[in-house]
């Protein structure tokens, strides 16, 4: 049974860069056709897609983060990470982190980590 | 990007009742949909991909339908359990997007 587990600071500071990182277990990260995907839900709001990884080597990034966002990931830890620049408080949010597999050519976010919720403030 | 919408927002139903949920995408994404559930406090989960085929695990009293930009998820015989906000998400093209939910009262 694959487990996602979100990791990271909770509190960020504006103009500051926030990381977090996703732990997989009960799977290898780096086998099999998954993308690793970030999404976000600001309180009281809808799921927002942040991008993901594919374990073939590809990122993909939501254009309207994607000159602040990175995503990465670690093979020898079994971890993929996210990176986000230059916050402000709009990027108050709780961050999941998910695996997406191929049904066919179609794809669905199957599991989920249980999300970690990270404020931006001073 | 592609815009999903859901309706309602909002609805109000009993145990027992047969509930109706849709999503409408700004365009055609085939059968590029998947639903899934989210109660409070806890991570969404994935209830029907591929428009309407049914996660190992999902009781049967949830189906879902359609095909291009017109999509549905009905619940037959309400439980106490499928209290909870239903997100509506197309994997066409990227960015992923999602509904804005539907969220699934007690009357």
């Known amino acids: 049974q694959v487990q996602l587990q979100e990791s990271g600071p909770g509190l960020v500071k504006p103009s500051q860069t926030l990381s977090l990182t996703c732990t997989v277990s009960?799977?290898?990260?780096?086998?099999?056709?998954?993308?690793w995907t970030w999404i976000r839900q600001p309180a009281g709001k809808g799921l927002e897609w942040i991008g993901r990884?594919?374990?073939?080597?590809?990122?993909n990034y939501n254009p309207s983060l994607k000159s602040r966002v990175t995503i990465s990931v670690d093979t020898s830890k079994n971890q993929f990470s996210l990176i986000l620049s230059s916050v402000t408080a709009a990027d108050t949010a709780m961050y999941y982190c998910?695996?997406?597999?191929?049904?066919?050519?179609?794809?669905?976010?199957?599991?989920w980590g249980q999300g970690t919720l990270v404020t931006v403030s001073s | 990007d592609i815009q999903m919408t859901q309706s309602p927002p909002s609805l109000s139903a009993s145990v027992g009742d047969r509930v109706t949920i849709t999503c409408r995408a700004s365009?055609?994404?085939?059968?590029?949909l998947n639903w899934y559930q989210q109660k409070p406090g806890k991570a969404p989960k994935l209830l029907i991909y591929?428009?309407?085929t049914l996660q190992s695990g999902v009781p049967s009293r949830f189906s879902g339908s359609g095909s291009g930009t017109d999509f549905t998820l009905t619940i037959s015989g309400l439980q106490l359990e499928d209290f909870a906000t239903y997100y509506c998400?197309?994997?066409?093209?990227?960015?992923?997007?999602f509904g804005q939910g539907a969220k699934v009262e007690i009357k």
């Open positions: 998400q197309q994997s066409y093209s990227t960015p992923w997007t």
């Open positions: 365009q055609s994404i085939n059968s590029y």
């Open positions: 998910a695996r997406a597999s191929n049904y066919g050519s179609k794809k669905a976010l199957d599991y």
């Open positions: 591929t428009a309407s």
């Open positions: 009960g799977g290898s990260i780096s086998s099999g056709s998954y993308y």
């Open positions: 990884f594919y374990t073939g080597g590809s990122t």
